[in-house]
């Protein structure tokens, strides 16, 4: 059977991205995800989870999951607005709004749907998008969708932004960041983005995925840990299956920007909402979040240890206080000969290529969990000292 033209136009791409050291793959994992798993059939020592405060397999959440199974089944069966918003997505919210300190909270699938929903229900044509050059993918797919005029300013730079909002004949405005950028692991300068935001009429979105749990002194993120209220940070994104261990997503905000994204926000409208379970975990694991400080001080004594042991050994790490640690290599071959060189060594550590980061910023993507201990972290560094020093030979 011969094949149609199509098909081997697709199988050539393939081969030229394979050429290029750029091909991705999936690896099974099989038994709970933890620091250490099994992948392919082999026990690693992982440093590749958004895991980051080492809740995903947690009793409780176990616990909670079974416990509403035992209720409410299976799936939800339909979406929010049909038969599918069980009592415990309307708990879910009420705690989520209650902790990040907005009015209320409106629960997506997932955080690529969080994204879309929000920007694609606010801004249309005649508005205009301004948005960091190291978003998230989900957030520039959505500026881009939106029909607004869609902008990029450069990596973090008030004055590059301030500049363009000056330009815009834009009835609406909006500018939207990562708290916590999820390559770089640098944060985004909110307060004075919310100030910047204030003075030229815009709306602020924040995604904050990577710091929701992890930053804050009760771990509610971005807005906590710059002391930021709902009217500085007035949409607020958060991803529930990193720090908090479960799936989902959730838009935080006034009463009117919810209701706006109950009317406006497609992706939330048509589809089948999480299952309840996930919900009732996920309220168990914002508990833990809330109560268990230690979590978080572990991190943060983790990611002080590495970076020591990194500076000394010379590489090039970016400026991150969060639970990502880059290591940038530079050139596209030599971050994965690395990433394979720790493989070897039974470590899990996933080379970032583009076109997920600029050319020339290859980088092997370390994150931390809670689970950690110093002993696994020297273990990496051991290892980066050993490999290092082969490469340099190579």
């Not at 930021?228 to 991803?239: A, C, R, S």
Request: aromatic share 6%.
């Amino acid at each position: 059977m011969s094949q149609l033209p199509w098909h081997s136009q697709l199988q050539q791409t393939l081969t030229d991205r394979k050429a290029a050291g750029l091909y991705r793959r999936t690896r099974l994992r099989d038994g709970e995800q933890g620091v250490e798993v099994v992948l392919d059939g082999r026990k690693m020592l992982s440093f590749s989870s958004n895991d980051y405060l080492g809740l995903a397999a947690h009793p409780a959440l176990k616990k909670a999951f079974i416990d509403s199974l035992e209720q409410e089944g299976v799936g939800s069966g339909a979406a929010h607005l049909l038969t599918g918003h069980s009592r415990y997505h309307h708990q879910l919210e009420e705690a989520l709004a209650e902790f990040t300190g907005q009015q209320r909270v409106l629960l997506f699938s997932t955080g690529y749907m969080a994204n879309m929903g929000a920007i694609t229900a606010l801004v249309g044509q005649g508005d205009g998008v301004f948005e960091d050059r190291l978003n998230h993918a989900s957030l520039l797919d959505a500026g881009l969708l939106s029909g607004a005029r869609f902008q990029r300013f450069l990596h973090n730079d008030l004055t590059n932004l301030q500049s363009r909002l000056e330009k815009t004949e834009a009835a609406r405005k909006l500018i939207v960041v990562d708290g916590v950028f999820s390559m770089d692991g640098d944060c985004a300068p909110l307060p004075e983005l919310a100030a910047l935001a204030q003075k030229n009429n815009a709306w602020l979105m924040v995604d904050d995925a990577h710091g929701f749990g992890c930053l804050g002194k009760t771990g509610a993120g971005c807005g906590e840990h710059f002391g930021l209220n709902q009217e500085q940070l007035p949409i607020l994104m958060g991803t529930l299956g990193k720090a908090a261990g479960s799936f989902g997503a959730f838009i935080a905000g006034s009463e009117t920007l919810i209701e706006t994204l109950i009317q406006f926000a497609r992706p939330y409208i048509y589809t089948t909402a999480m299952p309840p379970a996930v919900a009732a975990a996920t309220r168990a694991s914002l508990r833990l979040i809330q109560t268990e400080q230690w979590r978080r001080e572990h991190l943060n004594t983790l990611i002080a240890h590495f970076r020591a042991g990194v500076q000394a050994l010379n590489l090039q790490l970016m400026d991150s206080f969060s639970p990502i640690q880059p290591i940038v290599i530079g050139d596209e071959a030599r971050a994965l000969s690395i990433s394979q060189k720790l493989a070897e060594r039974g470590i899990l550590i996933i080379a970032i290529r583009p076109p997920t980061v600029p050319v020339g910023s290859s980088r092997l993507r370390i994150t931390f969990s809670a689970q950690h201990t110093i002993e696994q972290v020297d273990q990496l560094l051991l290892a980066l000292a050993d490999i290092m020093g082969e490469v340099a030979h190579d």
